[in-house]
């Protein structure tokens, strides 16, 4: 393996991760909901179902999706009606201060969701035609080199709107401010379905 593409890669998966779509909006929206430690489920889960995918993608299933263009459109469409009715339910959301205010995605649904976030499937097999060539090697030491590298970039990266989230906490105890929050976060997340998909 070249340590220059590996490099290569570990700024790529940074840019990736940080960069805004649905699963950072998901984590913001975790922060405010549940701070640090009530969101870090979400994080995880974000990071663990993104290094699976980009595993999964090098080990053959990123050519396989770019061999059946059926499967691709059927995966976007299935993506974009969860993403458009995750949007409504982020949107339509209690105002923070709210009793019963509704809890932050979980690990396994963070992992869930990015099997069917369009903007997941675009960095990874973007990630395995172009990296995963490049760094070369047996698929199964690729699929995991690259599914830790992306892990150690976007850990952080998706920290940093965690913590953003949880910034926003104190100042979203205001009822009318949380519900333009809610309708911001929930807008921007279908924002992003029309940008990926589009």
């Known amino acids: 393996m070249q340590t220059e593409q590996i490099i290569a890669f570990f700024v790529f998966a940074v840019v990736a991760a940080v960069t805004p779509g649905p699963s950072v909006v998901m984590v913001m929206v975790a922060g405010a909901r549940a701070g640090i430690v009530g969101g870090l489920k979400c994080l995880a889960g974000v990071v663990v179902g993104m290094a699976l995918m980009m ?6 299933l990123g050519g396989l999706v770019q061999t059946l263009p059926g499967l691709l459109v059927l995966l976007r469409g299935a993506g974009a009606v969860f ?3 995750l949007a409504w339910t982020v949107a339509s959301a209690p105002p923070l201060g709210d009793l019963g205010a509704s809890p932050p995605v979980g690990f396994w649904p963070a992992v869930a969701f990015q099997w069917i976030n369009p903007k997941s499937w675009i960095v990874c097999i973007s990630a395995a035609s172009t990296y995963g ?7 199964a030491l690729r699929a995991t080199t690259m599914a830790a590298v992306f892990s150690l970039a976007a850990a952080p990266s998706c920290a940093v709107w965690l913590v953003f989230g949880t910034l926003l906490r104190q100042w979203l105890t205001d009822a009318r401010r949380s519900r333009i929050f809610n309708v911001a976060m929930g807008s921007a997340l279908a924002l992003s379905v029309v940008l990926v998909i589009g």
């Open 55 to 60: 595993g999964a993608a090098n080990l053959g």
């Open 83 to 85: 993403l458009l009715w």
């Open 133 to 139: 060539m490049a760094i070369g090697g047996e698929p």
